[in-house]
C-alpha cells in the first residue's frame, strides 16, 4: 500500500503530495487523516495522509517507508480534507498550511536538532567535554544555545566541520493528551478487606490503601497523591507487586470551566420579531437546504436568544452546532449564556486557554462529547461530522480574517462546511459589513432584520461633542465640561458609565516642541510608542526598546514632551477632574494574566467602580443594567488610517459601545467626543441609522473601486535590500500586468504605508478586478517564477486574496 502525504515543509517547491510505502506493521491502521513521520530529504518531518493508494510512479528502490503512525483515531475527516484543498486553492496557501491551520497547536509538530559525539570523546575540545561524559549523551541544539557561551557555540560548530560532532534532526509530536498514573483494585472487595486484616500489624500502610479502595466501587482508579493519606508510594507499588492493584496510565481530561457553577437557563418566550427570524432559520433547517441568513439586529434586539433558541432545535435533530464570536467577546459573560442552556455539552476555543485546554476541547467534539462549540475563528474548524447550523455572531468583525498564511476568512469557511451539510449559517450584528450587506441586497444572504430592542427598551440618545469647539473655549483637557458633568451625576445615582478611548492605530509618543522631532524605530519606520509603568520607549512592530531620552536628540532641548492619550493617562486624569471616582481600567495591561479580565468584569458588574475605561475590548458583548452613560475619547481616531474600511470600522465601534447603555430599564446615553462632528461614520450613529451609513459608504466605495465593487487581492513584497525590493516588486507589477485582463487594474509598485519593519523593506502591489477567471493561475505561475529568489535570497512575497489589513 501507498500514503500520498502532504509534508511539514513550507516551501512552495514541495507543495504536492509525496509518495511512500506503508509497511506491514501499519497497514492495518493507517487511514487518511493520520498524522504520521516520514523521512524528508534526509530528515525526518511530520505529514498527513491525503490518500491511500495501491499504486505510484516512484520507482520501488526509492521508495521510502513512513516510519511512524501519530493517530489512530484520524484528527482530519474526509470534509476536512476536501475543505482543505477549496481553502488552498482559495487562498493560494501551501497545502501543509490549511491542514495545520485545522488542528489544535499541541498536535503540530516541534522539530530539533541533536548533537551527538562521533569520535572519541577526549578528542573533543575540553569545552565541550563535560556535556558528552558517555557516548550516548546528547544535546539539544536549540535548548543548549541558549545558556551556552560564545566560545561553546563557536566550538561546537568547528567540531561540527571537523566530523567529531553530528548533527541529527529529529522531528518529535509531544503527545498532546495530560497523563497520569493511577491505582485501583484488581481482586474483589471481600478478598481484599481480608487481606487488609492479615496486613494490619505488619504493614499497616498497605492495609489502610486496601480497606479505602474495597469500601469504593471496585472500578474507581486513584492517583498516589490521592492515596498519600493512607499509604506512601512504596506502599502501593508492593501492593502491585503482590498482584492486589493494578496500575495504569489514564489519560485526564483538563476542564478550563471545572468546578465552576452555571445557572442553567431556559428558553425565553420569544418576541413577535424574534419568533419571525427564529421561524426562517428553522424553515431551512427542515427543508435540510443551505442558506446564509444575515441577521440584522440592533443592538440589545435579542439576537443571541435567538442563536440558543436555534441551537437547541439542532440539537434535539441530533445535529451539532458552531457558534463563532470574536475573540474579545469571548467574555464569561457570553461563555455563561451557552454553558447556562446547554451545560457540558458546550465546549469552548480561545486563546486564553493553554495549549493542553485547547487540545482537550478539540478532542471533546472529536470523540463525540459535546454537540456546541463556542469559540474564537479556528472553531470554524471543530471536526464535528453532522453539522446542523453555523452562526457567526459580529460578522463584521476584522478577526474573523487570518492575517497570517493561510489566510482564510472564517466566513467563507463556514459557507463552505454548512454547503457540504446542507444547514444554514447565520450572521449575526447591529453593523454588518458592507460586503454581507451587499450580498443581502443582491439575495445571495437572506436579509433577517429587527429594529427594535427587547422590551421597548429604547435606544440610548447620542450626542456629538465638537472637541474643536471646547479647545476654542479654553478647555485643554482630554474631557468636555458635558462628559466630566454626566459621569459625576451618575455616580451621585449610583449608575454605571463606560468609557472608551478608541486607539487602534494611535498611541502614545513623544516630540521635541523645540524641533519637532518624533523618536522612531531604527529597524522600522514608525515612531515609539511610549510606555509610563517602565519608562520606555517601545516599537510595537519589532519589539525594539530604548530609554526616554532627557533631551532632543536631535535640537538637544530640553522640551520633549508626551502626545497621544493611553488609558492609563485617561485614569490619572479623571481621577484628578472628579475626586473620588472609582474606576475599572481593561487595557492589554491589566488583562494580560489568565482570568484578569473576568474578575475585572465582575468587579464592575457588582457595582464596585463607577466607570469602566478600556479599548476596544469593551465595546463588546457587555450587558449589564447599571450602565447608563457611555462617553467616548477620540472617536475619530481610525478615520485617518491608511485603510478603506477605516470609514466603516468607526461606524462599527462607536455604534457597538453605544449599545451598551441603557439596555434594560434605565435609559441610556451617549457623548461622543470628535474632531470630525461632521463625518458620516460619526453622524449616522447619532441616528442609529445603518442603511443611511450603507448607502454613503457604497457610495465612497463605488468611487474609490473597492470591495464590495470591486474585488481586491494585494502582494506584499519586503526584503532586506531597499534596491532589490524595487526592483522585485516592479518585475512582480509588469508580469501581472501582462497576463492578466485590461479590465484588470494593477496598482503598484507603491511602498506600504509602514515602508519598513524589522529591517525589511515593503513594497505593495493591488490588483482590483471585477472578474479574472485568470488570476488563481497567474499567481500561482508568478510565485513558481520567484521560487529560485526566495529560496537563494531573503525576498518574501505575500499574496491575500481578500486583504483587511492595509498597513
Ligand atoms: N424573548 C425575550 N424575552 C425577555 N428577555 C429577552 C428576550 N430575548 C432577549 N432578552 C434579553 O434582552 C437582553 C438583550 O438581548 P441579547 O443580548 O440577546 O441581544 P443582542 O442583540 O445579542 O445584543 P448585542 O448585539 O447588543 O450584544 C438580554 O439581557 C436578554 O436576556
Ligand atoms: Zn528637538
Ligand atoms: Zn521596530
Not at 374 to 397: K, M, Q, W, Y
Not at 717 to 731: A, C, G, N, P
Request: with cysteine.
Amino acid at each position: 500500500m501507498i500514503a500520498k502525504v502532504i509534508v511539514d515543509v513550507p516551501s512552495q517547491a514541495v507543495d504536492r503530495m509525496f509518495d511512500y510505502s506503508v509497511p506491514d506493521s501499519l497497514a492495518k491502521t493507517l487511514v487518511v487523516g493520520c498524522r504520521v513521520h516520514v523521512p524528508f530529504a534526509n530528515r525526518p518531518v511530520q505529514g498527513f495522509v491525503a490518500e491511500l493508494s495501491d499504486s505510484t510512479e516512484v520507482p520501488k528502490h526509492k521508495l521510502k517507508p513512513v516510519t511512524e503512525q501519530l493517530d489512530l483515531v484520524p484528527p482530519l475527516t474526509e470534509e476536512l480534507l476536501q475543505l482543505a484543498e477549496k481553502i488552498k486553492t482559495e487562498t493560494l496557501s501551501l497545502h501543509v498550511a490549511v491542514l495545520k491551520a485545522m488542528l489544535p497547536q499541541a498536535m503540530r509538530a516541534k522539530y530539533k536538532k541533536i548533537l551527538t559525539v562521533t569520535a572519541e570523546i577526549n578528542k573533543l575540545d575540553p569545552l565541550l567535554q563535560p556535556y558528552f561524559k558517555t557516548s550516548e549523551d546528547v544535546i539539544e541544539w536549540d535548548e543548549w544555545i541558549k545558556n551556552a557561551s560564545e566560545n561553546e557555540i563557536k566550538s561546537a560548530v568547528s567540531s561540527l566541520r571537523k566530523g567529531l560532532l553530528s548533527a541529527e534532526p529529529v522531528v518529535t509530536t509531544k503527545d498532546a493528551a495530560k497523563k497520569r498514573l493511577v491505582y485501583s483494585l484488581k481482586e474483589e472487595s471481600r478478598q481484599a478487606m481480608k487481606e487488609a486484616e492479615s496486613l494490619q500489624k505488619k504493614a499497616p500502610k498497605q492495609a489502610a490503601v486496601l480497606r479505602f479502595l474495597s469500601e469504593r466501587p471496585n472500578d474507581k482508579a486513584y492517583t498516589a497523591q490521592e492515596l498519600s493519606e493512607y499509604g506512601s508510594k512504596a506502599a502501593l507499588d508492593a501492593l502491585v507487586e503482590k498482584g492486589w492493584l493494578a496500575k495504569q496510565e489514564t489519560v485526564v481530561k483538563r476542564d478550563p470551566y471545572e468546578g465552576r457553577e452555571f445557572e442553567s437557563s431556559e428558553n425565553l418566550p420569544l418576541l413577535e420579531d424574534q419568533a419571525v427570524v427564529l421561524g426562517e432559520i428553522t424553515a431551512a433547517m427542515d427543508e435540510k437546504e443551505h442558506r446564509t441568513f444575515l441577521l440584522r439586529g440592533v443592538t440589545g434586539s435579542g439576537k443571541t436568544e435567538i442563536y440558543l433558541q436555534a441551537i437547541d432545535r439542532t440539537l434535539k435533530e441530533g445535529k451539532e452546532a458552531i457558534v463563532l464570536v470574536p475573540e474579545i467577546s469571548l467574555t464569561p459573560q457570553m461563555v455563561n449564556r451557552f454553558k447556562a442552556r446547554f451545560g457540558s455539552r458546550v465546549a469552548v476555543m480561545h486563546s486564553a486557554l493553554s495549549k493542553g485546554e485547547k487540545y482537550d476541547e478539540w478532542k471533546k467534539i472529536r470523540d463525540g462529547e459535546v454537540d456546541v462549540v463556542v469559540g474564537a475563528r479556528s472553531a470554524v474548524f471543530a471536526p464535528f461530522t453532522n453539522l446542523g447550523i453555523i452562526i457567526i455572531d459580529e460578522e463584521h468583525e476584522a478577526s474573523y480574517k487570518q492575517e497570517e498564511a493561510p489566510r482564510y476568512h472564517a466566513r467563507t469557511v463556514a459557507v463552505a462546511r454548512a454547503e457540504h451539510y446542507n444547514c444554514p449559517v447565520v450572521l449575526g450584528s447591529a453593523t454588518p459589513s458592507l460586503e454581507s450587506y451587499a450580498r443581502a441586497q443582491k439575495g445571495v444572504y437572506q436579509l433577517l432584520t429587527m429594529e427594535n430592542r427587547v422590551n421597548d427598551a429604547v435606544m440610548p440618545s447620542v450626542t456629538l461633542i465638537d472637541m474643536r469647539e471646547e479647545l476654542r473655549t479654553g478647555n485643554r483637557s482630554m474631557f468636555s465640561e458635558d462628559l466630566l458633568d454626566k459621569m459625576e451625576e451618575r455616580r451621585l445615582k449610583g449608575e454605571q458609565t463606560v468609557l472608551l478611548l478608541n486607539r487602534r492605530g494611535y498611541s502614545t509618543f513623544i516630540m521635541c516642541r523645540e524641533c519637532g522631532f518624533v523618536p522612531e524605530c531604527p529597524h522600522c519606520d514608525i515612531s515609539l510608542t511610549y510606555h509610563r509603568t517602565n519608562q520606555a520607549l517601545q516599537c510595537h512592530y519589532c519589539g525594539y526598546r530604548e530609554t526616554v531620552p532627557v533631551r532632543c536628540p536631535d535640537c538637544d532641548s530640553d522640551q520633549i514632551r508626551f502626545f497621544g492619550t493611553g488609558t492609563q493617562k485617561v485614569e490619572e486624569e479623571l481621577k484628578k477632574q472628579l475626586d473620588g471616582i472609582r474606576i475599572i481600567r481593561m487595557d492589554v495591561d491589566t488583562t494580560r494574566t489568565k482570568g484578569a479580565h473576568e474578575k475585572l468584569l465582575t468587579k464592575f458588574g457588582r457595582g464596585e467602580a463607577d466607570v469602566l475605561l478600556g479599548t476596544q475590548m469593551i465595546a463588546k458583548g457587555l450587558d449589564y443594567p447599571n450602565i447608563t452613560l457611555v462617553g467616548v475619547l477620540a472617536a475619530d481616531s481610525m478615520l485617518h488610517l491608511p485603510d478603506f474600511r477605516a470609514s466603516e470600522r468607526t461606524f462599527q465601534l462607536l455604534t457597538q459601545v453605544a449599545g451598551r447603555a441603557g439596555r434594560h430599564k434605565k435609559t441610556g446615553e451617549v457623548l461622543i467626543q470628535t474632531y470630525s462632528p461632521e463625518h458620516y461614520s460619526i453622524t449616522e450613529v447619532k441616528q442609529h441609522d445603518f442603511l443611511s451609513f450603507y448607502q454613503k459608504e457604497m457610495q465612497m466605495r463605488k468611487m474609490g473601486g473597492y470591495p464590495p465593487y470591486y474585488y481586491l487581492t494585494m502582494l506584499q513584497v519586503s526584503h532586506t535590500d531597499l534596491h532589490k525590493t524595487v526592483q522585485f516588486t516592479e518585475k512582480i507589477t509588469d508580469f501581472l500586468r501582462q497576463n492578466l485582463s485590461d479590465t484588470t487594474k494593477v496598482f503598484g509598485p507603491v511602498a506600504s504605508p509602514i515602508p519598513r519593519i524589522k529591517d525589511r523593506y515593503r513594497y505593495q502591489v493591488m490588483i482590483k478586478y471585477k472578474i479574472e477567471p485568470q488570476l488563481a493561475d497567474v499567481l500561482h505561475e508568478l510565485m513558481v517564477s520567484l521560487q529560485t529568489d526566495i529560496a537563494r535570497t531573503d525576498l518574501q512575497v505575500i499574496i491575500d486574496t481578500n486583504p483587511h489589513m492595509m498597513m
